[in-house]
């Protein structure tokens, strides 16, 4: 036990002499481990900047809400059934909340009509476009997952009355009140005012698709009025009060549902419900691939460091195969000289992943200050993942060499000139 | 260049000890291509501890084959050889290792210092491999250093020592583990004959502190040195007697 540490020691030593002894040798083979390790960890902190965008995209459906809605979230092939379901109307949450509050012990908590399509917004003379505007009604806010950053929802009173006001999301806000406060201020949507009495804090994009910050919520009254009713955009939200208890209170919800719409027993549901967990068990796959083939990739230019060190490796040995027969005659076992060109094979991974590791760090800082857009997120973990893939890199490309070295017979070694 | 003359001097003859080395019916093939060469054909030799000998013979006599074989870098195709009373023949790589590193004290022609080490760095390597910890290492090397003359000399690399410094730091290395046999391949052969003769009156000096001295050779100046003198040709024994006879 005791001599295997002086040999690792040694080994040790003996890696790093090598080292300074060939300093250009080294600084290029490691250059191949440091661009793999490099392109790895990019890519690692890349998925975990997506996984975290896609965590934040789900929280933002919230994950104790149901969607009552005409299509299912994903691909469907009968479309035509879909099509030809009736419209969901506003009125119906009425009616479900009626059946909420008649049933005891319900496991869903409130319904809200959600009904919305793109606008322009004015203000003054600063006007965007493609905002995304809901209508609502006042128990929209208790399952809202956005924060306010100013202000407040509209009543019940205001909703009922189709009072002409609104709540700006973040962006919206910034664009068209850059200078000044937009509460109480009046913007112009189709042509018509509206006083803001809200604005959203920040939520970021869903998925990089669109931005939950880029809406205007209105009372669903007032929304009717100017727009009237799509045909598709029509929804229902439902809070559910124990989100452990989802798949019951689906149920619930379908039966409820068939009520309010008035189906027939037998009769196939003219509605489909949606959750969050629809959505995570589509993207989870879309989620790994992407994760899995950029590993992948990237994982090709950590093998080819990983040749480089085996290459360096097998000259290593062959160059020093007289020392190698002179080690042994001096008593040093098979597992003695393996050792020694592993650690030296590791010694250089090491030293590669750890600039790897560093570029990558500097990058991440680069990246996030120019370009705060980009999902790159650097971890704890990324470095334990990095350094053992640059130790096992060394382990495995090292081997051989290092096998083939420990087999030397020692008379043919010192003989070797 | 003239070779020196042989010491006048009367010279000490240690009476033998123990048996170190008993071989005896030892053969060993080697296959080159479909060739097969008979590098021994069935030596028998014993050596006794405080014994100073000399094995000579031309090249391609089984000199080197020999000596392998004494210093455990090989075993025999057939025939029996024990060490100290163990069984060479039948064993492993490793144990192969164990009795270099513990038994054995190589001086190789060419040194084969370690060129990156000091001195005193090639001088502990063998106590390392014995698993000595670190400062009972420094004292041992630094005694045997001492023991060669090179006790100024310690901490200078190879590349900054003579030929016969060089060849002092690596006998300094054969001795550090207090082997039971020092084995000597052409000790001298690439040192100039003042040097040469330096060393083997370090090897003079080294048997009357009471090593086991075995130089392989080819130069009979050098086979003088002994006290016995076994001479090989064509893989068989041709003569095996004192030196001087």
């Known amino acids: 036990m005791q001599r295997i540490l002086y040999e690792i020691s040694e080994s040790f030593r003996i890696a790093f002499a090598q080292i300074r002894a060939n300093k250009m040798r080294s600084v290029l083979t490691a250059l191949g481990v440091i661009i793999g390790i490099v392109a790895v960890t990019l890519m690692g902190t890349a998925i975990n900047g997506i996984d975290r965008g896609f965590q934040n995209s789900l929280a933002m459906l919230g994950d104790d809400v149901l969607y009552v809605q005409k299509w299912p979230w994903g691909p469907v092939e009968d479309w035509w059934n879909y099509q030809n379901r009736p419209i969901i109307r506003p009125e119906q949450a009425d009616r479900l909340n009626q059946i909420i509050e008649d049933t005891p012990g319900s496991l869903l908590e409130v319904a809200a009509p959600v009904a919305g399509r793109g606008a322009s917004v004015k203000a003054g003379a600063n006007q965007i476009n493609g905002v995304t505007v809901f209508g609502t009604t006042g128990n929209y806010a208790r399952m809202m997952s956005a924060d306010f950053k100013d202000g407040r929802l509209f009543n019940d009173a205001e909703a009922a009355g189709g009072r002409q006001v609104c709540v700006l999301g973040f962006d919206v806000a910034e664009a068209l009140f850059p200078a000044v406060s937009p509460l109480d201020q009046t913007v112009l949507i189709r042509g018509q005012p509206f006083t803001v009495i809200g604005v959203l804090a920040k939520q970021g994009s869903f998925l990089g698709l669109f931005s939950f910050d880029s809406q205007v919520i209105m009372p669903l009254n007032a929304y009717r009025k100017y727009f009237g009713l799509s045909t598709n955009s029509a929804q229902l939200r439902v809070k559910v009060r124990d989100k452990n208890r989802m798949d019951e209170a689906k149920e619930e919800l379908i039966g409820a549902m068939r009520r309010v719409r008035g189906q027939l027993p037998g009769e196939r549901d003219n509605f489909s419900i949606n959750q969050q967990q629809a959505f995570r068990e589509q993207l989870e796959p879309v989620k790994s691939g992407i994760a899995l083939a950029g590993l992948f990739i990237t994982g090709l230019s950590l093998f080819v460091g990983a040749i480089g060190i085996m290459n360096i490796t097998f000259v290593s040995v062959k160059e020093r195969t007289k020392e190698i027969g002179t080690r042994k005659a001096l008593g040093a076992r098979r597992r003695t000289i393996l050792l020694q060109f592993l650690i030296e094979a590791v010694s250089i991974c090491l030293i590669g992943g750890a600039v790897g590791l560093s570029l990558t760090f500097g990058l991440c800082l680069l990246l996030q200050a120019t370009m705060p857009s980009l999902p790159v997120v650097f971890s704890f973990n990324l470095v334990i993942v990095s350094m053992i893939v640059a130790v096992a890199t060394g382990i495995v490309s090292g081997f051989a060499p290092a096998w083939g070295a420990s087999r030397l017979d020692p008379v043919v070694a010192l003989r070797y000139e | ?245």
């Open chain 2, 1 to 245: 260049m003239t070779p020196p003359p042989a010491p006048a001097v009367a010279r000490t003859v240690r009476p033998p000890g123990p048996l170190v080395i008993e071989i005896e019916g030892v053969t060993k093939l080697y296959k080159m291509g479909s060739e097969t060469i008979h590098a021994l054909l069935g030596v028998a030799l014993k050596i006794h501890r405080n014994e100073y000998l000399a094995i000579m013979g031309p090249s391609g006599s089984g000199k080197s084959t020999l000596m392998n074989m004494l210093g455990c870098l090989d075993t025999p195709t057939a025939g029996r050889y024990e060490f100290n009373g163990k069984h060479v023949a039948a064993m492993s790589d490793d144990e192969l290792a164990e009795i270099r590193n513990k038994e054995i004290g190589f001086v190789f022609q060419t040194f084969n210092l370690l060129p990156r080490s000091t001195a005193l760095a090639n001088v502990e390597l063998p106590l390392i491999y014995a698993g000595y910890a670190a400062h009972e290492r420094r004292a041992r090397a630094i005694e045997a250093l001492e023991n060669v003359g090179l006790g100024n000399r310690m901490h200078h690399k190879p590349n900054e020592l003579s030929g016969g410094q060089r060849q002092r730091v690596a006998i300094a290395r054969a001795l550090v583990n207090r082997p039971s046999i020092i084995l000597a391949d052409e000790p001298t052969g690439n040192l100039d004959s003042r040097t040469g003769v330096e060393i083997m009156e370090l090897f003079e000096q080294l048997y009357d502190q009471g090593n086991t001295m075995i130089v392989v050779t080819h130069e009979e100046d050098i086979a003088r040195h002994a006290r016995r003198i076994v001479r090989l040709r064509d893989g068989l024994i041709e003569s095996d007697r004192p030196a001087g006879d």
